[in-house]
């Protein structure tokens, strides 16, 4: 059974680099093809990809978010870490880590995290 | 990127009407599209991959179709667990672009 849980801080103050941990069970970060990706969503909003860890360390981000956020994975805790810069209230919203599954050549995030949620505030 | 967009953003139904939600890609992805629903409070839950392919132990309700440029959700029968909001996604291309939403309400 796959499941996957973030945590972090609730409120960080504008400038301060965030830092969310993704914590999952049911699956290996070492085995070949696994993925975690992360998503977030403002209040009210619809949900945007961040990017993608890889087994690998073939890590993916989303451009616009590119020189802000880094994704690290720690294999012999089962986690990933994710890492951003100069928070700003934009920044608001709940945030999510999801399992990504594949079949074939399609990617999809088939088990996700319960979301934790972030305000950036002074 | 590659846009995403829904339509319609909203819509009023009934139980046991049966709701078709339009995705339209910026260009072509093939059939690299995922549908989700989700619920307020709630994560995500994924319903189709690959445009048609329906994710284990989705209902049967639910079906999807399309490639290209265009893509359709449709639920055969309504239910009262399925007024939510639902998103595509594709996945041909990074940034993995969601589309805006679809929210479906009770009428």
């Known amino acids: 059974q796959i499941t996957l849980k973030e945590s972090g801080p609730t409120l960080v103050k504008p400038t301060q680099t965030l830092t969310l941990t993704c914590t999952f069970s049911g699956f290996s970060l070492t085995a070949t093809g696994v993925g975690v990706g992360w998503f977030r969503q403002p209040p009210g909003k619809a949900l945007e990809w961040l990017g993608l860890i890889y087994w690998d360390d073939d890590n993916r981000y989303s451009p616009s978010l590119r020189s802000r956020l880094t994704f690290t994975k720690d294999t012999s805790k089962n986690q990933v870490v994710l890492t951003m810069t100069n928070m700003d209230p934009a920044d608001t919203g709940t945030y999510y880590c999801?399992?990504?599954?594949?079949?074939?050549?399609?990617?999809?995030?088939?088990?996700w995290g319960p979301g934790t949620p972030v305000s950036v505030s002074s | 990127d590659i846009q995403m967009t829904q339509s319609p953003s909203s819509l009023s139904a009934s139980v046991g009407d049966k709701v078709t939600i339009t995705c339209r890609a910026s260009?072509?992805?093939?059939?690299?599209l995922n549908w989700y629903q989700q619920k307020p409070g709630e994560a995500p839950k994924l319903l189709i991959y690959?445009?048609?392919r329906l994710q284990s132990g989705v209902s049967l309700r639910f079906s999807g179709d399309g490639s290209g440029t265009d893509f359709t959700l449709t639920i055969s029968g309504l239910q009262p667990d399925d007024f939510a909001t639902y998103y595509c996604q594709q996945c041909y291309r990074n940034p993995r672009t969601f589309g805006q939403g679809t929210k479906v309400e009770i009428k």
């Open positions: 999801a399992h990504s599954g594949v079949w074939q050549s399609y990617r999809f995030s088939d088990y």
């Open positions: 690959a445009a048609t």
């Open positions: 260009e072509s992805i093939s059939n690299y």
